[in-house]
């Protein structure tokens, strides 16, 4: 089981953008509005040295019971949000 959590902002069209894409592929994710849950955000920015929206987070549990997760952020995993979309996608059906 992978659980998808983005990082967005409710102004910013890209992240409106993604959850869209989303929402038309059916694939459940959890919004983290970074003005909501800046603590968090401000952990990921640190990890990732990046601050760009959208970015997301990706925590599987593995056949052990323990967590994975993985980090994606603009710029450094994905140029545009058709390949932040295609990156979950991929996630979503391994």
């Known amino acids: 089981m992978t659980n998808i959590i983005l990082f967005t902002m409710s102004t910013c069209p890209y992240c409106g953008d993604l959850k869209t894409g989303l929402d038309k592929y059916n694939i459940d994710y959890i919004d ?21 929206l959208p970015a997301f987070m990706c925590i599987t549990i593995n056949e052990n019971s323990e967590p994975i ?14 390949e932040a979309i295609e990156i979950i996608k991929k996630i979503k059906t391994s």
Do not use: R
Request: proline share 6%; net charge negative; hydrophobic share 20%.
């Open 69 to 82: 997760t993985k980090l994606y952020s603009p710029e450094n995993n994905f140029e545009n949000i058709d």
């Open 32 to 52: 983290y509005d970074i003005e909501e849950h800046p603590e968090e955000y401000q952990l990921f920015s640190e990890i990732t040295n990046s601050e760009y």
